[in-house]
């Protein structure tokens, strides 16, 4: 059974930079794509970043790219955010799914393609 567990959320300013972790158990990272994504309230869930099984890939939505970087290791996924604006305020979710590379190139930042979820990890920037 997966289990995710998102943390380092908090408040920064503009400009600033956090590094989240998202601690996952139950699983292989070289047979689950993995992604984050971020939700502010009355808004649709955003997939901002993505790592392919295997993690030797990534994806990046066009709002973060240049500025956020998903990486991962045997235990933990994480997501270090630079030049933080208040636009990024939102709570912050990892995600897993098996999958293939191939299908999770293609739907990696879907919120519906994933069916485990962290509860979630607060973001401000002011």
């Known amino acids: 059974h997966v289990q995710l567990v998102e943390s380092g959320g908090g408040s920064v300013q503009a400009g600033g930079s956090l590094r989240l972790s998202c601690e996952a158990s139950?699983?292989?990272?070289?047979?689950?794509?993995m992604a984050w994504f971020r939700q502010v309230p009355g808004k649709r869930r955003e997939g901002i970043a993505a790592?392919?099984?295997?993690?030797?890939t990534t994806d990046y939505a066009d709002s973060v790219k240049g500025r956020f970087t998903i990486s991962q290791d045997s235990f933990k996924l994480y997501l270090v955010m630079s030049n933080l604006e208040p636009e990024d305020t939102a709570m912050y979710y990892c995600?897993?799914?098996?999958?293939?590379?191939?299908?999770?190139?293609?739907?990696?930042?879907?919120?519906?393609?994933?069916?485990?979820w962290g509860q979630g990890t607060q973001v401000t920037v002011s």
């Open positions: 995600a897993a799914v098996s999958a293939s590379a191939a299908d999770c190139q293609r739907d990696a930042l879907k919120s519906a393609y994933f069916n485990h």
């Open positions: 139950g699983y292989s990272y070289s047979s689950y794509c």
């Open positions: 790592i392919y099984p295997q993690g030797l």
